[in-house]
């Protein structure tokens, strides 16, 4: 009767091990839908391009960042633009525009159609890259594992350092910027 005593206390630490285990392996990161390449034809702004894959293009919207955003001129009115917008538009241009690169897709923005993905330059992540590098903000509203903490660390690097964006003191999030131009207060 003794020797059972434990069993439950044994069965807890068991389970509470392998959940431990089974939520820090590959399995429970988020896994691309699918892989492809493509040449970058265009970069619309600093988080989202237009890629040729063979006789496709394709809408991308970069994973995970959210750059400030750009002036715009349209049919419809115009729409102000946010302080380093345009040198956000210009770092990813340089990077990637008119390169092959991989893509990585995540998910499907469902309102504007465009295919979510990590965009990769020679191995390199060109998301975190422009986070790295000041030109945009982790989105830590749709940051997964395992992405979030290095996109997170790597926004508060360039935060330390006052790279790109972060040169001004208190920088509006683009998501906050739209929000006002949605309202009509910009």
């Known amino acids: 009767m003794n020797r059972y005593k434990f069993l439950p206390r044994a ?3 068991l ?17 691309p839908l699918w892989v492809i390449e493509g040449v970058v034809e265009r970069v619309t702004d600093g988080d989202t391009i237009i ?11 970069l994973y995970g960042i959210d750059a400030p955003e750009t002036e715009k ?8 633009g946010q302080p380093f917008g345009e040198e956000a538009f210009l770092a990813l241009k340089e990077k990637i525009a008119g390169r092959k690169v991989v893509i990585e897709a995540l998910d499907k923005d469902k309102r504007y159609h465009r295919e979510v993905a990590i965009i990769r330059y020679n191995g390199r992540d060109i998301n975190q890259e422009m986070v790295d590098e000041g030109w945009a903000w982790a989105y830590r509203q749709y940051l997964d594992r395992p992405y979030a903490s290095g996109y997170i660390g790597s926004e508060e ?22 929000k006002l131009i949605n309202k009509g207060d910009l």
């Open 73 to 80: 001129n349209f049919a419809g009115g115009y729409k102000p």
């Open 51 to 61: 890629v040729l894959t063979g006789a496709t293009k394709l809408k991308i919207r």
């Open 157 to 178: 690097g360039a935060r330390r350092a006052r790279r790109g964006l972060w040169q001004q003191n208190n920088p509006k999030p683009p998501w906050e910027f739209r």
């Open 15 to 31: 389970l509470l091990a392998l959940m431990i285990c089974l939520s820090t392996t590959p399995a429970s990161a988020k896994q």
């Open 11 to 13: 069965a807890f630490f």
